[in-house]
């Protein structure tokens, strides 16, 4: 008998299936089909580029604000362009999210190229080596070494420190072999796999430092081969920062249930669903955002007068808000605007928003004036569109 399944007899390997709810199947199925929906999304490359960058930001100061670190996601975004500065003092905060950041990317391009989809022990060390990199460390903490002493996570004692190696070993021949990695429901039993996996690699704990970063970087490699988005496979890591004291407490009672994971994998899931709904709606917006932009060309296009050009920038601008300006404030409304009023009387405004009134491009109300970007949303009734 190993020193874990006495102190330890929750690691069993096994998950029965027939405890999931009907509830979290359905949370599943809406995993699956929101996902599938995001990566058929058409963008332009260059909004593309910039939501990825978004949420891997979003992603690596999530999994590292989990252990302390204490950047933003707008200073781990300023990082990714180049324009992060930061004193001595901090420095090493900036090295942890740039071990992340290249970690999710090596792990993407990994998943892209198609290699094997088997775990290995040897690719979880890696991992930790990635986490560690070019940190300064305690002298008993070797990156990728299976720690050699006993440690503990608040009132959460790790597994036995002599049989790491040989437990890491049985969670990837479990993971392996027991998960459905293809079919129609590859990416509803991928996201189980990853959040169970998630779990068992922090009750095993291999490592000296470390660990909570590498069983994301773990989830994230598995969440990208069940066919998750990047951009929506740093999603769980966002829930687990977002919902820090219930994160910890779900992982608590896990083991304290004597291995009920149901209410950690449907905690993770119900998060998980919440993110993509979240997600869904920030690319619908650019999505409307574009085509609206498109629309008002197309309208004006061959109206290339000194008072079509103004009109046009006049709804373009107007369309970056959501409420009524008022007549008072639309000269102001930006520096193009406010140049092509310049000199010009209330009433060439009054007769442009006119114009724009009769061509269905604004509302004007007591309130003011508002783009109708609505009228291109074809198959929603008005009471729906917000």
């Known amino acids: 008998m190993r020193s874990y399944e006495t102190t330890h007899p929750w690691i069993t390997f096994q998950f029965d299936l027939r405890k999931i709810s009907y509830k979290l199947w359905l949370k599943l199925g809406e995993v699956q089909s929101k996902s599938e929906h995001l990566a058929g999304v058409p963008l332009r490359p260059s909004t593309a580029r910039r939501l990825h960058q978004v949420y891997l ?32 003092t901090k420095e090493y905060l900036v ?12 792990i993407a391009k990994n998943a892209f190229e198609e290699t094997s989809p088997v775990i290995s022990v040897e690719e979880i060390k890696q991992y930790n080596r990635f986490v560690l990199d070019k940190l300064k460390l305690e002298d008993n903490i070797t990156p990728g070494g299976i720690r050699t002493y ?20 049985q969670l990837c021949n479990w993971i392996n072999k027991d998960f459905p990695s293809s079919g129609e429901t590859k990416t509803a039993f991928g996201v189980l796999k990853a959040v169970i996996t998630h779990l068992y690699f922090a009750w095993i704990h291999p490592f000296g430092d470390g660990n909570g970063r590498t069983a994301r970087l773990l989830e994230f490699r598995i969440l990208l081969e069940a ?21 910890y407490r779900q992982l608590e009672n896990a083991s304290k249930s004597g291995g009920d994971i149901t209410p950690f994998i449907e905690y993770a899931v119900n998060g998980f669903v919440e993110g993509l709904r979240e997600q869904i709606s920030v690319i619908r917006d650019q999505q409307w955002s574009v085509t609206w932009r498109n629309y008002v060309h197309e309208t004006f296009k061959d ?34 605007v406010a140049v092509n009023y310049s000199g ?16 269905n491009l604004i509302e004007r109300s007591t309130k003011g004036i508002r783009a109708k970007q609505e009228i291109i949303l074809a198959f929603l009734p008005p009471a729906k569109i917000n």
């Open 57 to 88: 930001a979003k992603g690596a100061a999530a999994t590292t604000a989990i252990e302390g670190n204490t950047l933003s996601e707008k200073e781990v975004l300023d990082f990714l362009d180049g324009k992060l500065k930061v004193s001595p």
């Open 227 to 247: 066919g998750i988005p990047p951009a929506a496979a740093h999603l769980l890591s966002n829930h687990y920062n977002q919902t820090r004291q219930e994160y």
């Open 344 to 359: 010009k009387s209330d009433m060439t405004l009054s007769r442009d928003i006119n114009e724009l009134v009769q061509m």
């Open 95 to 106: 090295q942890e999210v740039e071990n992340i950041i290249n970690a999710c990317n090596l």
């Open 150 to 169: 006993s440690v503990g996570v608040a009132r959460y004692k790790a597994a036995p420190f002599e049989d790491c190696e040989y437990l890491l070993t």
């Open 303 to 336: 109206k290339n007068s000194n008072a079509d050009i103004r009109r046009r920038h006049l709804v373009l601008d107007l369309s970056a808000h959501k409420d009524f300006v008022p007549i008072s404030k639309v000269k102001e409304l930006s520096p193009r």
